[in-house]
Structures are given as C-alpha cells and as structure tokens.
C-alpha cells in the first residue's frame, strides 16, 4: 500500500520530535516535514501538497482551525487535531478533521488515527477511478455521464441502490442492510445512521448518501435527516403544531415545516 505523505504542524519542538519518532515507525506514513507555525504551515502545503497533516489546535497567530480555514479547497489535505484539550472536538468534526487524538499520544490511538486517514483516501480514489472511467466512456460513447451510470446499474443487475452499507472505523468494517435502517442524520461530512438502537458513523455527505438509499423508502422529514418508512409506527401534531413520527425504535422525530406537508401525502397514500 502506497503510504500517506504528511506533515506535523505544532508549535512545541518536543511535540513534533515525539510525533515525528512515531511516524517514522509506521510504514503506511511517508513523513515529508514538520511545521512550527500556521504560516510555515500554509506554505509548506502549497509546496508539498501532502495527503494528511497533523495539526496542533493552540499555536500562537494562527490556530489550526484558522489554517484549515485558509487551505485551498483544491489541494486541502486531511486533518488529524493533534491537542492536549479536549474542548475542541465539536469544532474538529465540523471542520471535517478525520480524527481528534488528545496528548500525550498514545501508540494505538495514532494507529487509528492512521487507519482512518487510509481508509478515506481509499474511499476518494475510487469514486475518482469511477468519474474517469464514466468520463471516458461518455467521451468514447458520446453518452451524457447520467446515461453511462444508469446504463451501468441496470448491468449490475437491476436496483441502482444500495441493499448494505459498508462503514468503516479504524480497522473495524461494519456491514449495514439498509432494510433495517431506522433513520439517519447528517453532521458535516459525516452521517449518523441508526439502525436498532445503535448509531454507526459512517464517512459520507447526506447528498451522496441519498443517491444510494432508494426515495420511495427514505423519506427526507427535514434537510439533514431522513427516515426509513418501514419504520414508521404514526403520526402526531401537537398543540403547537409540530408534526411527530414514531418509528419502532427510540424517540419521535420532529418532521420540519418544509416537509410537512409531502409527509403527510405520503403516509396518507399508504
């Protein structure tokens, strides 16, 4: 496995002498500096272009929410919060870090860390191996790239979605049927899917995600969540005039004012 090109980025010399050491240990990290500033930071990123940077929270300037703030969107790499405070977590997801590990590090932890950053660059290349393949294909064909994908799902065998869900968390891999989804809600770039009591977090925008979960079935009750029908017990409006859905498992949901009324048609149509 071709290893993740990195950068530390932390303002304490011993904090990025520790993190270095350990980097250098692991074979699927391929170290090409270290920063002490957000500045340095910027520049180095615009030189190297590196996959993944580890970056402390509190540096004297620029703070790294401040340097993620400033990458460019096109050659931005993944962020892994290095910190010794844990008051930051909230604020890194909504940045889309890939993970939050606290100091001192321990050894598995930065393992994880690792895992997760390889299991996303996994994930990127191959949706950009599919865009150029259908690109080509569209080009070869003179096919719109709509028509080439839907050409594809129906060879693969008939529903062009999704009946599982593969998510992945460190070295774990979670298989979900989509059947026994109850419902999921979007944070960022990350989606929570509730499936029996438990939630899985899985690595995924609430757009791409809906083009794999199929309409008729997953009815969306407000812009960041969406509901298994199946799941649906009833309906309530409340004095204030809120809508509710029970669903089989756990607490109701509010439905938005938005998508009130579709909801409504369509649990009427039942």
Known sequence: ?????????????????????????????QLLGQCSNGIEALDAISEYSPELIFLDI????????????????????????????????????EVHA??????????????????????????????????????????????????????????????????????????NITVVKVADIDWVDAAGDYMCIHVQGKTHIMRITMKQLTEMLNPGVFLRI???????????TGAQTLANGEYLLNLREGAPLKVSRGHKEAVKRYLQGL
Request: glycine share 4%; hydrophobic share 45%; net charge negative.
């Open 222 to 232: 407000h812009r960041s969540t969406l509901v298994n029908a199946n799941m649906i």
């Open 1 to 29: 496995m071709k290893p993740l090109t990195a950068l530390i980025v932390d303002d304490e010399s011993l904090a990025r002498k520790g993190l270095a050491l350990r980097l250098q240990n692991m074979e699927t990290v």
């Open 98 to 171: 890939v993970d939050y590990v606290l100091k001192p590090i321990e050894n598995d932890r930065l393992a994880q860390a690792v895992e997760r950053a390889l299991a996303l660059r996994e994930q990127r290349d191959s949706v950009q191996s599919k865009q150029k393949l259908v690109a080509m294909m569209a080009d070869m064909t003179g096919n719109s790239a709509q028509a080439i994908e839907s050409m594809a799902a129906e060879t693969e065998g008939g529903s062009r979605y999704a009946d599982r869900l593969t998510i992945k968390d460190g070295a």
């Open 58 to 93: 509190q540096m004297p300037g620029m703070d790294g929410f401040e340097v993620v703030r400033r990458m460019q969107a096109d050659n931005a790499p993944m962020v892994v919060f290095v910190t010794a405070f844990d008051d930051y977590a909230i604020d890194a997801f």
